[in-house]
Nanobody
Framework: QVQLVQTGGGSVQPGGSLGLSCVAS????????MGWYRQAPGKRRELVGG???????TYTDSVKGRFTLSRDNTKSTVNLTINSAKPEDTAVYYC?????????????WGQGTQVTVSS
């Protein structure tokens, strides 16, 4: 069973930066896409961005140019750096990893980390 553990996050002032990290464990196999979702109070969970196994990231429009995704396949880690933070970035952030075994894709989730952008 794959387990994801998130670290980082917390509080930051508007315009500031912070990082989140997510480490996957529990599987000897490799992972396909990895990435992050977020859920603000009273809103649906939305995709922030994902990164392919060969390191190609995609982002939702609202974070392009401000957020950066990276991954380290040797450490089964995916990272999210938030720059130029805005109050609307306040949300609980969840990492995910996809793993394909016998042609079946399974998505695993982290426990969630609060990010608060406020002055």
């Amino acid at each position: 069973q794959v387990q994801l553990v998130q670290t980082g996050g917390g509080s930051v002032q508007p315009g500031g930066s912070l990082g989140l990290s997510c480490v996957a464990s529990g599987s000897s196999g490799s992972y396909n896409a990895m990435g992050w979702y977020r859920q603000a109070p009273g809103k649906r969970r939305e995709l922030v961005g994902g990164i392919t196994s060969d390191g190609r990231p995609t982002y939702t429009d609202s974070v392009k140019g401000r957020f950066t995704l990276s991954r380290d396949n040797t450490k089964s880690t995916v990272n999210l750096t938030i720059n130029s933070a805005k109050p609307e970035d306040t949300a609980v952030y969840y990492c995910y990893v996809d793993q394909v075994i016998s042609a079946k894709n399974t998505r695993y989730w982290g426990q969630g980390t609060q990010v608060t952008v406020s002055s």
